[in-house]
């Protein structure tokens, strides 16, 4: 497939046609992959999506202006939006945001004509694939209620503090908040190996991610078949009713298999 170029304004044109713009990437997909219609791009008003082909894969690309920032939330949003549609119907290798190159020859020449094995074949592992992110969230009086009853040293200095000013119960408290910080960590990691463990019949690809709040108990993405989402979803369900009180689960997904691709920039080769 011949590709466009952005055209260079001939010296002297006016700064009005010399506008220049550059390519956006958002994934590699295979080459007989088209965007929708609807499919919205970075940009305010929004790009239109097309694709660079090479070979057996293509690239999702975006033409955009290259006086104006990326970085809204709106822009972040279309690059997640975009993908995560895709997946849903065609394997799809995400580029972190932010991917730019020159024009399009160079989507070709740079980003697809030598790596077009390595693509194609991480394409085909992923076909039918998609990602979730599962999240499980303590109930605070739950859980203090729960290490409270297993740890009589952290029972003894809470009653210890109960009613007591703050000044006068520092190193009480201190040592308290080190013993329950310690009981969650210990938790967290006894909470996930159990979620993973009530997963395994779905045979997933798992990545732990660290926490982003102190009251996590599960935080984790899971790459699993995309036919059996409905099975995930029962799954972590009857996880939720044996926590019932104890810990909210919550599942993100489909989307694109960001913590499983290893390839993130335009021009990395394999």
């Known amino acids: 497939m011949s ?10 044109d006016s700064d009005e046609t010399a506008t220049t713009t550059a390519v956006y990437v958002y994934g590699i997909v295979p080459s007989d992959v088209e965007p929708e219609e609807h499919a919205e791009g970075v940009g305010n008003p929004p790009a239109e999506v097309s694709v660079v082909k090479s070979g057996r894969i293509a690239a999702l690309v975006s033409e955009i202006p290259t006086d104006r920032a990326l970085g809204t939330p709106d822009d972040l949003e279309a690059h997640a939006a975009l993908l995560d549609g895709t997946v849903t119907v065609a394997p799809v290798l995400p580029l972190r945001f932010g991917a730019v190159l020159t024009d399009r ?3 070709a020449a740079e980003l697809l004509e030598g790596n077009e094995d390595e693509l194609a074949s ?8 998609a990602q979730f992110v599962v999240k499980g969230r303590y109930d605070e009086r739950a859980i203090l209620q729960e290490i409270l009853e297993e740890n009589s040293e ?12 703050e ?67 029962q799954a972590l369900q009857e ?3 044996e926590w019932e009180d104890r810990v909210e689960i919550s599942l993100l997904g489909p989307m694109a298999a960001y913590d499983f691709v290893a390839k993130s920039d335009p021009g990395e080769g394999g």
């Open 3 to 12: 590709t466009e170029q952005t055209e260079r304004p001939e010296q002297g």
């Open 105 to 107: 020859d160079a989507v």
């Open 122 to 129: 991480a394409l085909d592992q992923l076909d039918g694939l």
């Open 154 to 165: 952290a029972a003894q200095l809470r009653e210890q503090i109960r009613g007591q000013s």
């Open 167 to 233: 000044d006068a119960t520092r190193e009480a408290r201190m040592a308290l908040g080190e013993i329950i910080n310690a009981a969650i960590e210990a938790k967290r990691n006894e909470d996930t190996r159990r979620t993973v463990e009530a997963l395994s019949s779905l045979d997933p690809m798992v990545n732990e991610r660290q926490p982003t709040h102190e009251q996590d108990a599960v935080h984790i993405a899971v790459l699993v078949e995309l036919e059996r989402q409905d099975e995930l979803e």
């Open 239 to 241: 996880l939720g009713r």
